[in-house]
Every structure is written in structure tokens, then in C-alpha cells.
């Protein structure tokens, strides 16, 4: 065995001693989407989920037209009839202002998004990962890295059998390369030294259901300004109609703003939908379920991507968009990126090429998103400033030509060659704003 846990000149062959080719912790977007993909192209793939399905995630719900061209590519049906649920683009409010601006037509990106709740979602994507020949445990906790036998790369990982409730007793499964796609704490990357970056943006969001008659909003509505009575809450909020008779209704707070970390998010909540017409029903009585919350790692905020035999995917590697706090397409595309690295590195056929392939994950990822993330960051430190969001607003706003260049912005959704005049000029601003 050599020092990176390849069989001495070769990593063509999978060692006796492995469990599977490789293994992915996590099975949310991003962990079944590098599954699905991994498996596609033959190799043998385990994942270990700690939860069973179906199970709740905290989430506003809500798909782009990104994480749809990303489902499609998965062969899953989005049929209005399964629950899926379309809509046209976003609704945005603020500044005394209301502007519906639809997903833009593109070759590239499918003109419509979805809502859909991560309680049927996330058990959809990982079932068609299964379908495509991946292994799902299910139950299953990772609790840390098999290092080898010089402890410094990752051959595997212990966990326990969570499903049965007595805690289970610690096995270890080994693969030639480990996916962390555990989510925003990723307690694997934490355990192989891998922390959170304090220099990029994190957000903070809540959410809740309630039965409401605007369930079947075919918008995804944005809220750019809070207010109770009139008075500036902090913070974005959404209305997501999930068209089964209830809204996904949330709101977020990024560390750039000033009342970051010291402010009640339910009490915010329920100041801001007070002030909301009564015949919308966001009222106590028809809140199903309580309001939870969780964090949003963004702009990668967890690096590097590769390291040891380890890749990080998704939230895991921080990888939500800082413009608009989506983070369901860039797990699962992160997942694919992913996939593919692997597949090529595995078919090397010495330990020093593929290394080589492992290590062009993280500059892919800075292909993919580099350049964006870096004028997201600028973009999340502006807007915690107050007045910049009432500038914006009312300034911005009433001006639907630059709305639709924001829309793109925010979106991250241009063709990658051509397109019109606002896509150019994301992609030149994306190209030339160095990655970091
Ligand atoms: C309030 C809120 C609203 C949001 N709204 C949106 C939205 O509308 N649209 C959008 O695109 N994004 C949204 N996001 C972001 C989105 O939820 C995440 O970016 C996305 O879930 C990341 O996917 P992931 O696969 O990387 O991680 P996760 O979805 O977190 O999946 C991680 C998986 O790993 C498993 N796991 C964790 N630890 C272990 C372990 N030790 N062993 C085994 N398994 C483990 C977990 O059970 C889980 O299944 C929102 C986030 C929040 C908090």
C-alpha cells in the first residue's frame, strides 16, 4: 500500500479489503446526485444516510431552473400530478414596489422552476441514485475517517447502525475515495481538519408551513424588505406556494447584516406576517408544524474541495449561492463535478495521475462558480448595509430592464456562450472577478 492508500503503481483495482469504489456520507441533493452519477459510469458506490426516509429538511422548497435541468439529467419525472409542483419565475417585493420577472428563455436552462418539499424530494433523488446501481444505507451514522497507515488519508469510515435505536455497534466501511456530502457541519471534514472559513458569508434561515389559499402561486415571492407597522425588520423573506394547499413561508438573515446573531428569528417572523393581509391565512391557527431553522454555508466558505482521498460536495463544502441563498443545484451539480473527477481519477492507471485528477475538483469548482461566488461575497457584504437595500429597492426595482439583468444576476442563469447583452456581461464580470 503506498502512502495515499492506492495499491503500490496502480489505481485501477479496487483493493480486497474495500467495501465499495467509493463512499458517499450524506444522501441529500448533493450526495445522491455524485451517487447517481458515480454509478452511471459503473463504479461501485455506498452511501450511508443517517436518517430514513422519507424525512423532513429544513428548506424553503424551492427549485430553479437549475436544480430542474439537474433532476432532468437524473431521468426523474416532473410531472404536476407526482407533486411537483412549476412555476414561472419570481414575484419581488419591496421598496413599495411589486415585479414578477419569469425564468428567462435559454437554451442552456429550462424556462421553468419547481417547489416541491424536501420530505418527498430528497427521497425521489436518492431512489433514482438506487435505480442507477448505487448502494443506499439507510440508518446508518458516519462517526469518523479510517485513515491509513499513515494517517493522513482517508481510506474509509466508522459508523454506527442509528435506525435500530440502540446506538448499533461501530463497523468501518473502506473505499479509494471518500465523498463528504453530510451538510453544513459536516462533522467528516471537521474530523479530517477541515473547518468553516470566518472570511466568507453564512446565512441564518427559518421556515414554516401554513394552509393558505396562496398555495398555488405560480411565483416564487421574494420579499426584499421586512416590515412590522412600518418600521425596517431586518433580513429577505419568501412566500413559496406549494401547491398542496399550503406555502412554505421563511425568512433568512446573512452574517453580513448588523443584527446578525442577536436577534429572535420566530418573534421577526411573526412581526413580519402580522402585517400581512388576514385572508392570505398566515395566522397561528393555520401553521402546521413548528418553525425551524438552519444555516446557509455559502460561498465557499468550507476549502479546499479535495484533500486526502476526501471531496466535498454541497452544503458541506459551502457551496450555496450568495446572491439568492439557493443551495439545492449547486449540490447536486457539485455532486456531478464531483462524479466526474472521480470517474476519470479512478481509471488512471498509476497512484501519481490520479492524484493529479483529484486535485483538479477544486479548480473545476472555481471554473464553475468562481468568479460568481466572489461577486456574490461583495454582493452579501453590500447588502447588510440597510441603506444599500433601501437604495436597491427603490431605485432598482422600478426599472424591469435592470430587474431582468438582476434576475440573471441573482439567479446565476445566463447561456454560458453568447446570449444577450445582460448574459455577456454576467460571464465577463463572472470571468474577470478572480476566483478565490
Ligand atoms: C431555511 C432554509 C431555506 C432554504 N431554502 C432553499 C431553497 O428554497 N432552495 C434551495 O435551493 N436551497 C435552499 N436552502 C439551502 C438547501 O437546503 C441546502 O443548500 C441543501 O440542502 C444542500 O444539500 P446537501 O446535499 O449538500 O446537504 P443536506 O441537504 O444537508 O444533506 C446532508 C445529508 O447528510 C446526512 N448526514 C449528515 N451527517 C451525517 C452522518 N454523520 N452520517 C450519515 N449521514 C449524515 C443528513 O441526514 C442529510 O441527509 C435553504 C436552507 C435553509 C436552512
Given at each position: 500500500?503506498t502512502?495515499?492508500?492506492?495499491?503500490?503503481g496502480?489505481?485501477r483495482?479496487?483493493?480486497?479489503?474495500?467495501?465499495a469504489d467509493v463512499?458517499?456520507v450524506?444522501?441529500?441533493?448533493?450526495?445522491?446526485?455524485?451517487?447517481?452519477h458515480l454509478?452511471r459510469a459503473?463504479?461501485?458506490?455506498?452511501?450511508?444516510?443517517?436518517?430514513t426516509?422519507?424525512?423532513e429538511?429544513?428548506?424553503g422548497d424551492g427549485l430553479?431552473?437549475?436544480?430542474?435541468k439537474?433532476?432532468?439529467?437524473?431521468?426523474?419525472a416532473?410531472?404536476p400530478a407526482?407533486g411537483?409542483?412549476?412555476?414561472?419565475?419570481i414575484r419581488?417585493i419591496?421598496?413599495?414596489v411589486?415585479?414578477e420577472?419569469?425564468?428567462?428563455d435559454?437554451?442552456?436552462y429550462?424556462?421553468?422552476g419547481?417547489?416541491?418539499?424536501r420530505?418527498?424530494?430528497d427521497?425521489?433523488?436518492?431512489?433514482?441514485a438506487q435505480?442507477?446501481?448505487?448502494?443506499?444505507?439507510?440508518g446508518?451514522?458516519?462517526t469518523g475517517?479510517?485513515?491509513?497507515?499513515?494517517?493522513q488519508?482517508?481510506?474509509g469510515?466508522?459508523?454506527r447502525d442509528t435506525a435500530t435505536g440502540?446506538?448499533?455497534?461501530?463497523?468501518?466501511y473502506?473505499?479509494?475515495?471518500?465523498v463528504?456530502?453530510?451538510?453544513n457541519s459536516s462533522?467528516?471534514s471537521?474530523a479530517?481538519g477541515l473547518?468553516k472559513r470566518d472570511?466568507?458569508p453564512?446565512?441564518?434561515?427559518?421556515r414554516?408551513?401554513?394552509?393558505?389559499?396562496?398555495?398555488?402561486?405560480d411565483?416564487l415571492?421574494?420579499w426584499l424588505?421586512?416590515?412590522?407597522?412600518?418600521?425596517?425588520l431586518?433580513?429577505y423573506?419568501?412566500?413559496f406556494?406549494?401547491?398542496?394547499g399550503?406555502?412554505n413561508?421563511?425568512?433568512?438573515l446573512?452574517n453580513?447584516?448588523?443584527s446578525?446573531?442577536h436577534i429572535?428569528?420566530r418573534?421577526m417572523l411573526?412581526?413580519w406576517?402580522?402585517?400581512?393581509p388576514?385572508?392570505?391565512g398566515?395566522?397561528e391557527e393555520n401553521?402546521l408544524?413548528p418553525?425551524?431553522g438552519?444555516?446557509l454555508p455559502m460561498?465557499?466558505?468550507?476549502?479546499?474541495?479535495?484533500?486526502?482521498?476526501?471531496?466535498?460536495?454541497?452544503?458541506a463544502g459551502?457551496m450555496?449561492?450568495?446572491?439568492n441563498?439557493?443551495g439545492?443545484s449547486?449540490?447536486m451539480?457539485?455532486?456531478?463535478?464531483?462524479?466526474q473527477?472521480?470517474i476519470?481519477?479512478?481509471?488512471?492507471p498509476?497512484?501519481a495521475?490520479?492524484?493529479l485528477?483529484?486535485?483538479?475538483y477544486?479548480?473545476?469548482?472555481?471554473?464553475?462558480?468562481?468568479?460568481y461566488y466572489?461577486?456574490?461575497?461583495?454582493?452579501?457584504?453590500?447588502i447588510?448595509?440597510p441603506?444599500?437595500m433601501?437604495?436597491?429597492?427603490?431605485?432598482g426595482l422600478?426599472r424591469p430592464a435592470?430587474?431582468r439583468f438582476?434576475?440573471?444576476?441573482?439567479a446565476n442563469l445566463t447561456?454560458p456562450?453568447g446570449g444577450?447583452?445582460?448574459?455577456?456581461?454576467i460571464n465577463a464580470?463572472?470571468?474577470?472577478?478572480p476566483a478565490?
Open positions: 500500500m502512502q495515499h492508500g492506492f495499491p503500490a496502480q489505481s483495482a479496487r483493493r480486497a479489503s474495500d467495501d463512499i458517499v450524506g444522501a441529500g441533493p448533493g450526495g445522491s446526485s455524485a451517487a447517481y454509478a459503473g463504479l461501485d458506490v455506498l452511501v450511508l444516510e443517517k436518517s426516509f422519507p424525512r429538511k429544513v428548506c430553479t431552473p437549475r436544480a430542474v439537474q433532476l432532468v439529467g437524473m431521468g426523474i416532473l410531472e407526482d411537483w409542483f412549476p412555476n414561472k419565475g419581488i419591496g421598496g413599495g411589486r415585479i420577472l419569469d425564468w428567462p435559454l437554451s442552456s429550462p424556462g421553468f419547481l417547489v416541491r418539499t420530505r418527498g424530494f427521497e425521489i433523488v436518492a431512489r433514482a435505480r442507477a446501481g448505487a448502494r443506499l444505507a439507510e446508518v451514522t458516519v475517517p479510517v485513515l491509513d497507515d499513515s494517517a488519508r482517508i481510506v469510515v466508522t459508523a440502540d446506538g448499533g455497534a461501530e463497523r468501518s473502506r473505499a479509494r475515495l471518500v463528504a456530502a453530510d451538510g462533522r467528516l471537521l479530517m473547518r472570511d466568507r453564512l446565512g441564518v434561515a427559518i414554516t408551513y401554513y394552509t393558505s389559499p396562496r398555495h398555488d402561486d411565483y415571492e421574494t424588505e421586512l416590515r412590522d407597522s412600518g418600521a425596517l431586518p433580513g423573506g419568501w412566500i406556494g406549494v401547491g398542496d399550503t406555502s413561508v421563511g425568512l433568512g446573512l453580513t447584516s448588523a446578525f446573531g429572535d428569528y418573534e411573526r412581526r406576517l402580522a402585517s400581512m388576514a385572508e392570505w398566515f395566522a401553521r408544524g418553525v425551524r438552519a444555516a460561498g465557499f466558505n468550507r476549502t479546499p474541495h479535495y484533500t486526502r482521498g476526501l471531496l466535498l460536495v454541497g452544503d459551502g450555496v449561492n450568495p446572491f441563498g439557493e439545492i449547486c449540490a451539480e457539485s455532486g456531478e463535478i464531483a462524479a473527477v472521480i476519470q481519477a479512478l481509471a488512471r498509476d497512484r495521475s490520479a492524484e485528477a483529484l486535485r483538479g477544486p479548480q473545476a469548482l472555481k471554473d464553475a462558480y468562481g468568479g466572489t461577486l456574490g461575497r461583495k454582493f452579501v457584504g453590500a447588510g448595509h441603506w444599500f433601501q437604495f436597491a429597492t427603490r431605485h422600478p435592470l430587474m438582476t434576475m440573471k444576476l441573482l447561456e456562450r444577450d447583452a445582460a448574459d455577456r456581461v464580470l463572472s470571468r474577470i472577478t478565490a
